[in-house]
């Protein structure tokens, strides 16, 4: 779904690609057919036969590669004088750590929470053991846990976008992309349980403004 977002941006991470033949490119073509039919409850389903950890792979991937374009689109307005610290709102901060490279969490700016972020993801998105893309290749037994990880985190830069940034987003025209980006994130999230609902308090009421307006 990333072909969804126009050219404004300034700074992005390198986008993960899918090896094109492989199950996982055939499972992302799936996705983007059933996005173009507007229908995102339907388009998040697994498809028949298919196996689960590998939809979860393909999606996480094209979830990261969206957001990596989207903050894209703001990274000016985002700065260390603007953003002191990674929030979602007035009552949810963000500190920072990895577990390896950075084991106590550590205060700093959006702009330097996200770059940890993005640079972590990536670097697990790359990582062969956790995220095989070759055929026949098992997933390892806690890739779940790492991909509800990685949407946890990623979940954090759609909420800081939303509290500190939708007002460059609508002089950018880009909400209806953001609208539709998140919205697809969420009802992901929702079909497989992914994250914790406490995590998701920031966007609450979006969150639920999405579902009824799609029941």
């Not at 028949?48 to 792979?57: F, R, S």
């Not at 209806?176 to 497989?192: G, V, W």
Request: charged share 20%; aromatic share 14%; with cysteine.
């Amino acid at each position: 779904m990333s072909f969804l977002f126009s050219s404004h941006s300034s700074k992005t991470f390198k986008l993960k690609n899918i090896p094109e033949g492989s199950h996982q490119y055939e499972l992302l073509k799936h996705a983007e057919a059933t996005l173009g039919s507007e229908n995102l409850r339907q388009a998040v389903m697994l498809p028949e036969g298919k196996d689960l950890n590998e939809w979860i792979a393909v999606n996480t991937v094209d979830f990261f590669n969206q957001i990596n374009m989207l903050y894209g689109t703001i990274t000016e307005f985002c700065t260390e004088a603007s953003c002191p610290v990674m929030s979602a709102g007035p009552r949810y901060e963000y500190h920072w750590a990895d577990g390896t490279n950075i084991k106590k969490p550590i205060k700093c700016s959006a702009t330097k929470y996200i770059d940890y972020l993005m640079t972590w993801v990536q670097e697990q998105l790359d990582d062969e053991t956790l995220f095989p893309s070759k055929i026949g290749v098992p997933f390892p037994k806690n890739f779940m846990s790492v991909a509800k990880t990685i949407l946890k985190h990623l979940f954090r830069v759609y909420g800081h976008i939303y509290h500190q940034h939708f007002d460059s987003v609508m002089q950018l025209q880009e909400e209806a992309h953001l609208n539709t980006s998140f919205k697809h994130f969420i009802f992901f999230d929702q079909e497989f349980n992914l994250i914790d609902r406490c995590e998701l308090a920031p966007l609450q009421e979006l969150i639920e403004k999405f579902g009824s307006k799609d029941r």
